[in-house]
């Protein structure tokens, strides 16, 4: 969302308030709907086999 529109939007809750308050609701209803998409993402396989990662060689 441009800045542009952000003004014009608390420019004009000053004479009417629906504007900014339409606004609000417009942000909340985009991140709830960004965070579905990101929780519906699967998560990746390891591809590696598990014994992969368990020891550190400190001697090198």
Do not use: F, Y
């Amino acid at each position: 969302m441009s800045d542009s529109m952000v003004n014009a939007a608390s420019s004009a809750s000053a004479n009417n308030p629906v504007p900014l308050v339409m606004l609000r609701k417009s942000l909340d209803l985009q991140a709830q709907s960004t965070l579905s998409l990101l929780q519906a993402i699967p998560q990746p396989a390891s591809v590696n086999p598990a014994h992969l990662g368990q020891n550190v060689d400190v001697k090198a």
